[in-house]
T-cell receptor, first 118, second 115 residues
Framework: DTGVSQDPRHKITKRGQNVTFRCDPI?????LYWYRQTLGQGPEFLTY????????KSRLLSDRFSAERPKGSFSTLEIQRTEQGDSAMYLC????????????????FGAGSRLTVL | AQKITQTQPGMFVQEKEAVTLDCTYD???????LFWYKQPSSGEMIFLIY??????QNATEGRYSLNFQKARKSANLVISASQLGDSAMYFC????????????FGTGTRLQVTL
């Protein structure tokens, strides 16, 4: 088990371009989360999946953002028509529902994908 | 709505000493969970400790303990015997039970361990 993997680790793009981030969770985890962290702040919740179903989206997730988790395994987060305000670290996390309150709610995070929009 | 407040932007501690990182929270929900995560410069958030709102005893995980004072709505992290590798950002976070671990994070405290 190699933990939660995110790719790419760093992405620099020009305003208006589309970018896609990939997250591979811990294989047996059935919940997957995306968070966004801007400089000097704590992470903010964006969305989460239980298996392949996207169960909740934050108001932070504008219509330029889309997340998928086909087959309930890896997930992708796509940002269309990037803006400079999208520059942030995008963190993916996973957890296993069914391990009691502590187990289900302890998130294992990846190292993040840092996006810089020029 | 939930809110986490971490009032210490930065802290210094000497190696082998204990340090307390402050966290206060605000919620009207009776059932919730509190976490501390560590974020080294490499970026990943590392789970340290969890406290449920109905847990009778303060949580401990090795050198980490959580000083949970429910009436004061505080959940301070105590690190004993600090090590150089403890230098990192530390985030307090909470979720409301039944909300599928949607964590609300504070702004973090940067801890620097010195020789």
């Amino acid at each position: 088990d190699t933990g939660v993997s995110q790719d790419p680790r760093h992405k620099i793009t020009k305003r208006g371009q589309n970018v896609t981030f990939r997250c591979d969770p811990i294989s047996e985890h059935n919940r997957l989360y995306w968070y966004r962290q801007t400089l000097g702040q704590g992470p903010e919740f964006l969305t989460y999946f239980q298996n392949e179903a996207q169960l909740e989206k934050s108001r932070l997730l504008s219509d330029r953002f889309s997340a998928e988790r086909p087959k309930g395994s890896f997930s992708t987060l796509e940002i269309q028509r990037t803006e400079q305000g999208d520059s942030a670290m995008y963190l993916c996390a996973s957890s296993l529902l069914g391990q009691g309150a502590r187990g289900a709610n302890v998130l294992t995070f990846g190292a993040g994908s840092r996006l810089t929009v020029l | 709505a939930q809110k986490i407040t971490q009032t210490q932007p930065g802290m210094f501690v000497q190696e082998k000493e204990a340090v307390t990182l402050d966290c206060t929270y605000d919620t009207s929900d009776p059932s919730y969970g509190l976490f501390w995560y560590k974020q080294p410069s490499s970026g990943e958030m590392i789970f340290l400790i969890y406290q449920g709102s109905y847990d009778q005893q303060n949580a401990t995980e090795g050198r980490y303990s959580l000083n949970f004072q429910k009436a004061r709505k505080s959940a301070n992290l105590v690190i004993s015997a600090s090590q150089l590798g403890d230098s990192a950002m530390y985030f307090c976070a909470m979720f409301r039970t039944g909300t599928a671990s949607k964590l609300t994070f504070g702004t973090g405290t940067r801890l620097q361990v010195t020789l």
